[in-house]
């Protein structure tokens, strides 16, 4: 495997239901980003972890729960969900260089997404 | 402040013909703008990328032009082929709170539609 990869690519849960997505990087990153893609929308970050630390929270509803337990996975639990949430949910992943220059890493390197119906 | 306008919505034209996409942004710590190119199915790929120090920046036929005092960037493609029909995103990114991460701002989207 090369890049980013995801699973499930597609995913149909009810509003009950409780379900992961799972994010894997093979690119030897140490950031890790969720992002959603809704039509006609720019892309939502969602998350950010860098060096498996969570380092942003973008107001994200609760029923959205990250966890990253090493720089190369990355999971969204689900939960309850609405409707609404339905999307494209996207992981990315970015080299951070911790430099005193702060030029950090803008490259991010995407998956090809979960497609996530909400029932 | 963080928004980053993109426009058109969509774009048709012919095989051969130029391509154009802008953006605006009006946050002035932005010192990153990459472009991304989304294929059905598939996440976004960065295509090209440009720093605020240059006004152009060129990889085959894709162009960036970047205007900083108006705060304005644009993709150009030129002899556009059917293959260059995708979404393409404008992103802007800036280092939010002293972090060491690039966080990115993204523009809506522009469906473009080449025609043979």
């Known amino acids: 495997e090369t890049g980013v990869t995801q699973t499930p690519r597609h995913l149909v849960m009810g509003m009950t239901n409780k379900k992961s997505l799972k994010c894997e990087q093979h690119l030897g990153h140490n950031a890790m980003y969720w992002y959603k893609q809704s039509a006609k929308k720019p892309l939502e970050l969602m998350f950010v972890y860098s060096l498996e630390e969570r380092v942003e929270n973008n107001s994200v509803p609760s029923r959205f729960s990250p966890e990253c337990p090493n720089s190369s996975h990355l999971f969204l639990h689900l939960h309850t969900l609405q409707p609404e949430d339905s999307a494209l949910y996207l992981c990315a992943s970015s080299q951070d260089r911790f430099d005193v220059s702060g030029t950090g890493s803008y490259e991010q390197y995407f998956g090809p997404g979960t497609r996530l119906t909400v029932t | ?116």
Not at chain 2, 55 to 70: P, V, Y
Not at chain 2, 77 to 101: E, K, L, N, R, V
């Open chain 2, 1 to 116: 402040q963080q928004q980053v306008k993109q426009s058109p919505q969509s774009l048709i034209v012919q095989k051969g013909g130029i391509s154009i996409i802008n953006c605006a942004y009006e946050n002035t710590a932005f010192d990153y703008f990459p472009w991304y190119q989304q294929f059905p199915g598939k996440g976004p790929a960065l295509l090209i990328a440009i720093r605020p120090d240059v006004s152009e920046k060129k990889e085959g036929r894709f162009t960036i032009s970047f205007n900083k005092s108006a705060k304005q960037f644009s993709l150009h493609i030129m002899d556009s082929q059917p293959g260059d029909s995708a979404t393409y995103f404008c992103a802007a990114g800036a280092h939010a709170g002293g972090t060491s991460y690039g966080k990115l701002t993204f523009g809506q989207g522009t469906i473009l539609t080449v025609h043979p």
